[in-house]
């Protein structure tokens, strides 16, 4: 058996329940002892009026429903039954005229002109519903063949009216008194009959993928009328109960055609608007927008949004009201512009409004259309109404950090300048206080030459400062030129170190170095500014450590990472307390070490964070007040490297070394 699809499922459930109770009910009048009907001609004649007028009533309104919807573009299948039940209509009157008893119509009527009309109406209905059965129902009808077909079918029904009425010995006979219903007669039904079990076939055959039309209705409609084609071929009178039984289901069979057509060209129509409707209520939902209906007045006359708190007040609140109850005069001026606009254009956008909703002030941006004619003050528009508040929030900050920049690039070269104007003096009065110490043949008083060494450290750590402001300032503003590749971290170490190693000595501080662990582990950097990182770093463990201390450098890697190298670097200085650390890494402060008579800018610290973070690493620093400070270094991860065996331990003190393999 043919699987139908499931979208004529319920339709087609609602056929064949009708039909097997149609059939069901032909079994049981073949099964009655008594079949003989009306006993006289005369009673059964205002049943048969009722039936027929019934079927041309509703004949009728199938031509109605599927001529008068052509505006649609229905298919085609909508015409052809149209038309053709047109037809039937007029064939199925004149039957009902010609019967036995009626007035006379036209001719005096017969029991063979009865049948014939009968006849030529069945013929006309299983034609239709055998081309709609068959034909392709994508192609749409044309107002040529609209009226293409009506012509046909009129010509056909005049021409069976011609010949019925006034020729009718040229059509066989079809019913003897007293003796019954003739071959012809009875072949006739059962062509008719087989016309509509091959449209039922048809209609099957197609229901296994959806169309259209109402397919399942159709089918109903042709099981009908074959069933009443089986009824007009087994009765032996006019009025029989097999007559009255055709009669009966030629009617069930109209309403299955009626109620495909009326589906099809009244109900449909109302579904779609339904389904529109349902999908234009969601789309609006989906909308974040707020959408107005307004007048030229400001009043509302519909408020739409998936989101109140976009709304100033509830829309029950809104509607009736204008823009001057709900805002203040300038925004109510800013909104009946924006309509004044499209009202002269058409549309309106842009026009960018500040509003104070239930969550606070919100930026929101009023497109404005039209809609229809326009009608003086009573003309309506719909109005979107945008919130773009974090778009305003992002182009204020996006203006904020270009006046940053600004800052930042006018700020480097009034530096620049500055420096150059302040190196060429400054270099002067070092040169000079040089040439002065190194004199041999300069006489100067032992508090002459004191003042000289004065000046010279004094010039010296100005010109350190101007350096190391400089160095910042590139860096904060992205001038920095970092070109970054991969570099052992044992190398330049090694080359660090011995930069630190005289003021060590010095202060009597042992250095020892173990970077057994990450030897042969290379990191991403620009080697010039890690250097001037770690010697900072080292610079600083050496000059806050304490007399005979101790500074450590441990390489090793990560817990979490184990591709990245962690570098510590340890001193057993005084160490820093809670205060001092709130204030690390804060551009001129030298957490009170400025009291203890070492010297430095405060800089060192602050541009070593800002150089190892623009390098993709970081830096951090722990310290206990009276034990001592750790810094961590973690450049940026690179890959493991390959090269000769490195010492694994390295040991500084008061100018010897030892290495340990």
Known sequence: MLQLHHSHGPAMRQALSLVAAMVLGLILIGLLPYQRGFHKIEDFLPFHTLLEMGAVVIAFLVFAAGWNAHSRRLPRHALILACAFLGVAMLDFAHMMSFGGMPQFITVGNQQRTVNFWLAARLLAASALLAVAVLPPEEPATPSSRYGWLMGVLAIVAGFYWVFLFHPQWVPQTYLPGKGLTPFKVGAEYFVAGMNVVAACALWWRMRRPLRFNAAALFGTVCAM?????????????????????????????????????????????????????????????????????????????????????????????????????????????????MEAALADGTSSGTQLQVAVPHGLRWFELSVSRKGSVQGLDTRFIVLSRDITERKLAEASLLEQEAMAQANRAKSQFLSRVSHELRTPLNAVIGFAQLLLHDANARMAA?????????????????????????????????????????????????????????????????????????????????????????????????????????TVHGSLSDLEPARVVLRIADTGRGLNATQMKGLFEPFNRLGADRSGIEGTGLGLVIARRLIEAMG????????????????????????STGPHQPSMVVFSSGKSAVAS
């Open 447 to 551: 508090g002459q030459r004191l003042h000289v060494e004065y000046i010279l450290r004094a010039g010296q750590h100005l010109l350190e400062m101007i350096n190391d402001i400089l160095d910042l300032t590139r860096i904060e503003s992205g001038d920095a030129d970092l070109k970054t590749e991969p570099v052992r971290m044992g190398d330049v170490i090694s080359e660090s170190l011995p930069m630190v190693m005289p003021q060590a000595d010095a202060m009597g501080v042992t250095v020892s170095v173990d970077m057994s662990r990450v030897e042969r582990r290379q990191v991403l950097v620009e080697p010039r500014r890690l250097k001037q990182v770690l010697i900072n770093v080292l610079s600083n463990a050496v000059k806050y450590n304490r007399v005979g201390g101790q500074l």
């Open 617 to 640: 690493g970081e830096i951090t620093l722990d310290s206990i007040e009276g034990v001592g400070t750790t810094v961590t270094l973690r450049p940026a991860i690179w890959s493991t």
């Open 226 to 338: 074959a069933l009443s084609e089986i009824c007009f071929t087994l009765y032996a009178t006019m009025s029989d109960i097999y007559n009255i039984t055709g009669h009966f289901y030629k009617v069930v069979s109209y309403l299955f055609l009626y109620r495909a057509v009326f589906v099809e060209v009244i109900e449909e129509p109302y579904r779609e608007m339904a389904r529109m409707g349902d999908q234009l209520r969601a789309t609006l939902d989906a909308v974040p927008d707020v959408m107005l209906e307004m007048d030229l007045h400001g009043r509302y006359h519909a408020v739409h949004s998936s989101r109140l708190e976009a709304l100033i007040r509830p829309p029950n609140e809104l509607v009736g009201r204008t823009v001057h109850d709900v805002l203040n005069a300038e925004d109510s001026r800013v909104v009946l512009s924006a």
